[in-house]
């Protein structure tokens, strides 16, 4: 062969491979996810819908708070076989187990980690609905209106479970973090920020720009979402103990407030809804009568002190054939609220915002209060099948209250042990061989 | 490492016929014996050639060549593989016959051997400036049967330490050179190279975990995929270990990297070789379960209605005769081993070829577990003129492994071993007459059932396609410019699937019965190079410089497409995902990488007495954060050949080489690790996306590591005692670790480059051929390494990783501290955190390994490894503990009132369950004998050319006081630090074979 031809044939070779960028490629794109640059400038309205969803499926993530902060607040066992550390750690059997001093106290992500998912994820989203020309000002006004609402109503978790250790409020820059607030001063931030919420939503026109899940059905107009940003409003009036505040705002939560004696009435609320993959069960289904020790189980007192006739026992609590027996405790019942793994979880229920209602009244005790906070918490016992409760007592209509949300609120939210701290009972509660905890520590990634 | 002369008998004679050119007018004959200088032996297909005419000539079967030079003087060079080259002068006149007798000597030392020191260049051992291990087929596959071929170095390759995973039939093997050269996020294994082609050695996961409830797929006990590698087909294989070494491969060899070359055909008759192995894997080691008593169940059920009911199962498992030894049952069985190779070869002085098929397939010591490989290749080699060759590599292979369910399980009994940690001897779980399995009332799942009902099943259909063009561009007095070009392609495809049927036990009790996860994945690595070298000549006689100048180009691409699917509640007996009651899409991802590389290098020797090379080259990656972004990463090197220069006189010294070398090398981020990514999401037939819990940093840059080595390399006594010493200090540094951020952010992790680390190590290799005659030819070998690591720098706060938490052993990732370190409760103040238990690196480790060939006929090889130090997390000793199974449970504590088993849960968690993983091992023995050629004759004609019987065995013997199976154990599959945990793994077999071979 000439050389002439060996050049020709390299050259060949280069030249067939340099078409295609060969020396020069194009930068390689995430194949598998979009990417967070794509929404924070210029989202179309589908990203924001993506993104909208995204929040409900991180503020959906809240129900991780529920076990453990039921386990200290003792409305449950938390009887997990496949691992000791539930019951050692969460009911505080282990003499070295300590919640309030362990930064890494086990399976305490859920109270503080994966709220302030959520609580980024409302972030980014406002953000994108910041930047975007394709919405209105009505409609960036309504999407304002729901992030803050729901962004409230996850900061109002760590800070439940954090209490006076307090929490970050601005949170926004994860280079540029904000301080640590004080409980109550963290508490009027997120009281501020519902507020802003609602200014926002009352200035978002008459419906949303975006579609919400069947489980926010209540709250789908700017209208609704109103009420529900009352309704946390309300309970975090409680949280500070502005009376006054609480009985305003669960007033303004109507019609989504509603003092009717039906089971309708009390269910009506905001619920995370589940399904088959790709989405997910409900995470507190359990087959009836299951052999799989990994469950939370009713704590035997709430059962001891039941009323006759009370009809939240049935529809809560299922008595097992063979008692769930480990470590010690030994617990006879289930979880009887969920018929399905498909079935929703309440997230705000009004049910509760009647006993918020009830308790605020009772606390103001201004004219007649306490003759509406007895009429409150009977709404509440008429509907379970109890007769009604007449008290004038200031505190017997605060012990009834505390007692009817121990049985509305099992296993929804933690309320039990928040409920008992306000009152400075934690006392009160059984110890089961182990111990109360006042709180959480700051976790370690805080250190 | 030795030649094998009978092979090169048909090179030889076309090598006559190559040189045997016409005659000129004025010339002489140079005619003569060549022998080997120990045994006497004629040496058949040596090699002698005179550069300066080009006449060359071969010996033929007695040893006698003859060849003709041009009147004159001339310098004969005399080569023959294995033999150190001869020059030798000889002068003749016109017509004059000249005797020349040549006694060759042996190259023990390996001195000739070339060895790959440049994307396109290779030099003579002797001019090394590298420790670069090379490793021949003799050593890999002629004197055992190896399951895989990382598994055959083992012993072999000093610095490199080899962890076998679990003892499942298919491989599973980690490979760490010189230390700890990445935390997790690069790449902890080595680049393999196969012919030219980046294959692909991913550890692919199947999705068990799902099942079993085990953590992650890390603990899948797949194994990686060189397991789909015959190792009959490699020629040899080169280990470059450090960066210094491998610095030619840039941004993808801090881990190192494993050169692999195929058997080539050699021109002249054709060549059909049949081997066939036949033999059994049977347990290694059985521990031996703690017998029970009446005491012993009260101590454990108590005295209530539980305790009274397991006296009366025992009674009565007493009175009928059926106290059973599961484990003995489980792991007792005998698996069956059979390879079978093939191979054609031959070719003419234009092409050659080499076309082999294999079989191997072997069961495991568990009942239902296996693998297979099915495998063939062709090798052609062609040249188009006298400046251009080509040739092609091609392979496919098939494997199918049936691995089993061991290891890690939570709550649903999904690991035969972690269930029978749970089973008292007096257990009844056998099937009845129907083949029914009773529920196991001590665990989730009754491991009989698990073993004969459940399923494990993985297949890999793969495709290795390289091409090689070597052409000289330009050839003239001054020197050659010659371009090497090559690719390659490496195309596999995984199907995984793993079935739970309904009626398990475990499965029963689910909401939803019967479980299936299928898992495909495909995955095409291509890569091209081409490199442009000049190699020219300036100077003369003492003052001659060979030069070598090369300038290249590399392109590598990655693409892969993963899915797994699950299925939960089946059709009986189904497990076709449409048959399931919940369907879900577990990953479907796809993986896109590209590299680019610019090198370029350039070789100086001075007259074999200074040879040094220096070179860098610019590396950019699409993983890296800037992809647009060029990294550089140089080299250099010197060696000094002490022997060569005039003032060195000695003839007992063969050979005094100091050697210094440098090079760095890099470390790629993880794919995905540098996307800032939305996350899909379902919720009430809405779709989402969520912002990820991994933020990115925008300046993380590519792991860098650097290598300083020394060494002195010295042969004495005719070669016969060779040294390689070598002493290197490997810095990695720009470390990527996920750093937790304060989760009140939003983000869990950033990965960021925020440690550096330095490895200090010392490796010997020390040959030796005793005995050298006509009788017994003996060579043994000593090697010794070992390795320090230590984090230099850590730029994020000190934190825990791996294993299953402080409390039961983790490893601490802390400045001032290597990063093997275990530690556990309880916590400490101080910089360790957590009280310190141990480290998983060795204190060192040494092999032994000796070969006799005895009358010719007979070879006998073994190879002894010690591995001193370096700690295991037992686990395994744990759950047995925990079940009252543990061999020792019974006997007598320092605490009177416990046992060993209880005092160890008592006061010894986890300290009593982080020991001392030392281990002697026999790793190999092989005994072989060659059918003497006259017999053959007598016997078959001409009809065979040789036949060689013999037997061997892998694993054959293993001391250690270490409490398990195997100290050679990883739950976690292979991994950068979290290596050495145990739990419940396959155990380990030994391989006791057969072996039969005939060359046609």
Redesign the interface.
């Known amino acids: 062969?000439k050389?002439s031809n060996?050049?020709l044939i390299?050259a060949l070779?280069?030249a067939g491979?340099t078409a295609c960028d060969?020396?020069?490629?194009d930068?390689?794109?995430?194949?598998?996810?979009?990417?967070?640059?794509?929404?924070l400038n210029n989202a179309s309205k589908a990203?924001l819908?993506?993104?909208?969803?995204?929040?409900?499926?991180?503020h959906?993530a809240a129900t991780g708070s529920i076990n453990i902060m039921s386990s200290f607040g003792r409305e449950i066992y938390p009887t997990f076989?496949?691992d000791p550390r539930f019951i050692n750690q969460w009911i505080g059997q282990d003499p070295s187990a300590d919640a309030e001093s362990d930064p890494s106290f086990f399976g305490s992500?859920g109270t503080?980690?994966t709220p302030?998912?959520?609580?980024?994820?409302a972030?980014?989203l406002m953000q994108s609905a910041q930047n975007t020309e394709v919405i209105t000002s009505a409609e960036r006004s309504g999407i304002l209106g729901f992030a803050k609402t729901i962004q409230a109503y996850q900061y109002l978790i760590?800070l439940n479970a954090q209490f006076d250790n307090g929490?970050?409020f601005d949170?926004a820059?994860?280079t540029d973090?904000g301080p640590f607030l004080s409980y109550d001063d963290a508490l009027q931030q997120i009281r501020n920020l519902l507020d802003e919420g609602l200014t926002d939503l009352n200035s978002a026109g008459n419906s949303f720009v975006f579609?919400l899940?069947?489980?926010m059905d209540e709250f789908n107009t700017p209208a609704t979402m109103a009420d529900l940003n009352r309704a946390i409003a309300a309970r975090a009036a409680i949280y500070a103990e502005d009376w006054d505040a609480a009985v305003t705002a669960a007033e303004a939560a109507a019609p989504f407030f509603e003092l009717t004696a039906s089971a309708d009435a009390m269910n009506k609320g905001g619920y995370f809804?589940?399904?088959?993959?790709?989405?997910i069960f409900n995470p507190f289904f359990y087959?009836r009568n299951?052999?799989?020790i990994?469950l939370p189980t009713v704590h035997p007192e709430l059962i001891a002190d039941t009323l006759a006739g009370d009809e939240r026992v049935d529809n809560k609590f299922f008595l097992r054939d063979t008692p769930v027996v480990l470590q010690g405790l030994t617990a006879n019942y289930q979880d009887n609220r969920f018929g399905t793994?498909g079935a929703p979880f309440p997230f705000f229920r009004n049910e509760e915002l009647v006993l918020i209602y009830a308790e605020a009244l009772a606390q103001r005790n201004q004219g007649t209060d306490l003759a509406e906070a007895v009429d409150a918490i009977n709404v509440v016992r008429n509907t379970w099948g109890l007769g009604d409760f007449i008290s004038v007592s200031q505190s017997a209509i605060i012990d009834e209250v505390l007692f009817q949300r121990r049985y509305s609120l099992w296993l929804e939210g933690g309320h039990r042990w928040i409920d008992m701290r306000r009152y400075d009972r934690l006392d009160e509660l059984p110890l089961d061989g182990g111990k109360i905890y006042s709180k959480i520590a700051r976790?370690?990634?805080?250190l | 490492m030795k030649t094998k002369r009978y092979l090169t008998l048909i090179y030889t004679v076309l090598f006559g016929l190559l040189f045997a050119v016409q005659s000129s007018l004025a010339q002489y004959t140079v005619s003569g014996l060549i022998t080997d200088a120990e045994t006497g032996d004629a040496l058949i297909g040596v090699t002698v050639f005179d550069q300066a005419s080009g006449n060359g000539a071969a010996t033929n079967l007695d040893g006698m060549y003859s060849v003709t030079l041009p009147s004159g003087t001339t310098t004969l060079r005399i080569t023959s593989v294995g033999y150190l080259t001869q020059n030798i002068e000889v002068s003749g006149s016109n017509g004059e016959t000249v005797t020349l007798d040549v006694q060759m000597k042996s190259d023990v030392a390996n001195l000739d051997e070339l060895v790959v020191t440049g994307l396109a260049s290779s030099v003579k051992r002797s001019n090394l400036a590298n420790s670069i291990t090379k490793i021949d087929a003799e050593d890999l596959t002629e004197r055992v049967s190896p399951q895989t071929l990382d598994g055959a170095f083992q012993g072999k390759i000093p610095g490199v330490s080899i962890r076998s995973q679990s003892g499942a039939p298919g491989g599973g093997i980690s490979v760490q050179m010189r230390g700890v050269s990445t935390l997790g996020a690069g790449s902890s294994q080595p680049l393999y190279i196969i012919d030219g082609v980046y294959v692909n050695n991913d550890v692919i996961t199947n999705g068990r975990f799902l099942t079993t409830g085990a953590n992650s797929s890390q603990e899948d006990n797949s194994s990686n995929r060189l397991a789909d590698i015959n190792p009959d087909e490699i020629a040899s294989i080169e280990v470059l270990k450090g960066p210094s070494a491998a610095a030619i491969y840039g941004q993808r060899a801090n881990a190192g990297v494993v050169i692999i070359t195929t058997k080539r055909g050699k021109s002249g008759e054709t060549k059909v070789s049949f081997s066939q192995d036949v033999g059994f894997n049977s347990a290694l080691k059985l521990l031996g379960v703690a017998s029970w008593d009446e005491d012993k169940i009260r101590t454990i059920y108590g005295n209530g209605a539980t305790g009274d009911s397991q006296v009366a199962a025992y009674n009565s498992a007493v009175s009928n005769g059926n106290i059973i030894n599961y484990e003995d049952e489980v792991y007792g069985e005998t698996g069956m081993i059979s390879e079978t190779n093939i191979s054609i070869s031959g070719g003419n002085e234009k092409t050659t070829f080499y076309l082999t098929g294999g079989f191997r397939g072997e069961d495991g010591i568990i009942k239902k577990t296996g693998f297979e490989r099915n495998s063939a290749r062709l090798n052609l080699d062609h040249r188009i003129n006298s400046d251009i060759r080509v040739s092609s590599r091609s392979s496919y292979s098939f494997t199918d492994s049936q691995r089993g369910f061991t290891g890690n399980q939570n709550g649903t009994g999904g690991s035969i071993g972690y269930a029978l940690s749970f089973i008292p001897t007096y257990a009844q779980l056998h099937a009845n007459d129907n083949g029914e399995y009773p529920d196991n009332p001590y665990f989730s799942e009754n491991p009989l059932s698990l073993i004969n009902n459940a399923t494990n099943d993985q297949t890999v259909q793969r495709f290795i396609q390289g091409i090689q063009l070597n052409a000289d561009l330009i050839k003239n007095n001054t020197g050659v410019l010659s371009l090497k070009a090559d690719g390659g392609l490496d195309y596999l495809t995984y199907n995984g699937l793993v079935h739970m049927p309904t009626f398990l036990q475990a499965q029963k009790s689910s909401a939803n019965p019967g479980d299936v996860v299928h898992t495909a994945e495909d995955n095409i690595n291509t890569n091209i190079q081409a490199v442009l070298s000049y190699a020219t000549t300036v100077g003369t006689g003492d003052n001659e410089l060979n030069l070598n100048t090369q300038l290249g180009f590399s392109r590598f691409d990655q693409q892969q497409n993963r899915q797994v699917v699950r299925g939960q509640g089946l059709v009986s007996g189904e497990t076709a995902i449409a048959n399931a009651n919940i369907q879900s899409v577990i990953t479907q991802t796809k993986l896109e990488v590209y590299d680019l590389s610019w090198f370029a290098q350039q070789e100086v020797n001075w007259d074999d007495k200074v040879i040094g090379t220096f070179g860098g080259r610019f590396d950019r990656s699409s993983l890296n954060a800037d992809q647009e972004e060029y990294y550089f990463f140089p080299k250099a090197s010197v060696a000094f050949n002490l022997t060569n220069f005039d003032f060195f006189n000695s003839d007992f010294v063969n050979q005094l080489k100091p050697r210094i070398a440098y090079g760095e090398t890099g470390g790629l981020p993880n794919f995905g690790q540098t996307f800032s990514a939305l996350i899909p999401g379902n919720q009430g037939g809405f779709l989402g996306t969520f912002v990820s819990t991994r933020d990115i940093d925008p300046n993380l840059q590519p792991e860098r590591a650097q290598e300083l080595e020394f060494g002195l390399d010295a042969s004495v006594y005719d070669n016969r005692v060779s040294l390689e010493a070598t002493y290197y200090i490997k810095t990695v540094e720009d470390l990527i670790l996920d750093e937790r951020v304060p989760t009140s952010s939003g983000i869990s992790v950033i990965a960021r480059n925020a440690a550096n680390l330095e490895n200090k190590g010392i490796e010997l290799a020390l040959n030796i051929n005793p005995i050298r005659n006509q009788n017994l030819d003996w060579t043994s070998s000593i090697l010794y390494w070992t390795n320090e690591s230590e984090i230099t720098e850590l730029n994020i706060p000190a934190f825990v990783t791996g294993g299953f938490g402080a409390s039961l052993g983790s490893y601490l990732l802390q400045e001032g501290f290597s990063p093997t370190t275990i530690i556990g409760n309880p916590a400490v103040s101080g910089p360790s955190l957590f009280t310190v238990y141990g480290n998983s690196q060795p204190d060192f480790e040494m092999s032994f390994s000796n070969e006799f060939r005895i009358y010719k006929n007979f070879d006998f090889s073994f190879l002894w490894h010690w591995k001193k130090g370096g700690d295991n997390i037992n686990l395994s000793l744990f759950l047995t503990d925990l079940g009252g199974t543990s061999f020792d449970w019974n006997e007598e504590s320092d605490d009177p009132s416990l046992t060993k088993g209880q005092d160890r849960l008592v006061n010894g968690v986890p300290s009593d369950y982080i020991e001392d993983a030392s281990y002697l091992k026999l790793r190999e023995v092989g005994l072989y004998y060659t059918v003497p050629v006259t017999s053959i004759d007598r016997l078959f004609g001409n009809a065979v050319n040789g036949i060689k019987v013999g037997a061997s065995a892998n694993n054959v013997l293993m001391f250690t006081d270490y409490r398990s199976y195997d100290p050679e154990t990883s739950v976690f599959g292979t991994q950068a630090i979290n290596s050495s945990v145990e739990v419940t793994p396959f155990p380990s077999s030994r391989q006791v074979v057969f072996h039969l071979k005939i060359d046609f």
């Not at chain 1, 060969?22 to 490629?25: E, K, Q, R, T, V």
């Open positions: 062969m050389l060996k050049f390299i070779l280069f491979i060969f020396f020069d490629p930068i390689i794109e995430d194949p598998n996810n979009s990417s967070l640059d794509g929404v990203q819908q993506n993104l909208v969803t995204g929040l409900e499926i991180r959906r076989a496949s992500g503080y980690t302030y998912r959520a609580i980024k994820q972030n980014v760590p929490i970050r949170v820059d994860v973090l579609t899940t069947g489980g809804v589940y399904g088959d993959p790709p989405d087959t299951t052999t799989s990994q793994t976790p370690l990634s805080e």
